[in-house]
């Protein structure tokens, strides 16, 4: 049963514009959402999170939504960089810490 | 800052040994540990998640006596991978969490390949 769904398994971008990733949960128990960054054969790098109290955290280059009612959040990047390019993680945790992850969606930044 | 480093970055190893893989959280200490496991072109599966000083608790499907984890402290983990074989050969990433922004966030180690051979 996927908790939490990313259903753009790819995404490409031009250098320079912006990238949005959408996720979205089926679970009202998660209460603190994350995205992480990863290279193949690497660990996941976090990136940045928000509070469900919340509804937009900006951090840098990153920009993280949340709309509680449609259970949907999603990532911005602006302006997107060829250092972007990896696969982007969108996690959910319950109360006890406990995270559930998305596939994943690959990035590629093109010059 | 939060920094969690895993030893060894990869190993390779006969059938029906065992492995052992540890985890550290090197500037902060972990109120929790984890451990995951990645398959190829897939999302991090959920193992085990480790408190220090308690037992484990593993996911629905993971053998606890197979993949034996020890909580020695608040910036150690280590995960032994009892009798290995080839279907264990994986990708494993823990993680240490840490409290901030009114929620968990773990950060990941670099990762183990295993292989079993």
């Known amino acids: 049963d996927q908790q939490v769904k990313q259903n753009s398994p790819s995404l490409s971008v031009q250098e320079g514009r912006i990238s949005i990733l959408n996720c979205d949960y089926t679970n009202s128990m998660f209460d603190y959402f994350l995205w992480y960054k990863k290279y193949p054969a690497e660990g996941p790098t976090f990136l940045i999170s928000?509070?469900?109290?919340?509804d937009k955290n900006e951090d840098g280059r990153f920009t993280v939504f949340l709309n509680k009612s449609a259970k949907h959040l999603s990532l911005h990047i602006v302006p997107s960089q060829p250092g972007d390019s990896a696969v982007y993680f969108c996690a959910a945790s319950d109360p006890w810490g406990k995270l559930q992850f998305g596939a994943g969606t690959q990035v590629v930044v093109t010059p | 800052g939060a920094v969690v480093s895993q030893h060894p970055s990869r190993v390779i190893c006969k059938s029906g040994t065992s492995v052992k893989i540890e985890c550290r959280s090197l500037?902060?200490?972990?109120?929790?540990m984890f451990w995951y496991r990645q398959f190829p072109k897939q999302s991090l599966m959920l193992m085990a998640t480790?408190?220090?000083?308690?037992?484990?608790?593993?996911e629905q499907g993971v053998e606890k006596d197979k993949f034996l984890i020890n909580h020695a402290s608040l910036t150690l983990s280590t995960l032994t991978v009892t009798s290995a074989h080839p279907e264990d050969s994986s990708f494993y990433i823990c993680?240490?969490?840490?409290?901030?922004?009114?929620?968990?966030?773990?950060?990941f180690g670099p990762g183990t390949r295993l292989l079993v051979l």
């Open positions: 928000i509070s469900s109290i919340k």
């Open positions: 993680s240490a969490s840490l409290r901030r922004d009114r929620g968990e966030t773990q950060y």
């Open positions: 480790s408190n220090e000083g308690s037992k484990a608790t593993y």
């Open positions: 500037d902060f200490q972990a109120t929790t």
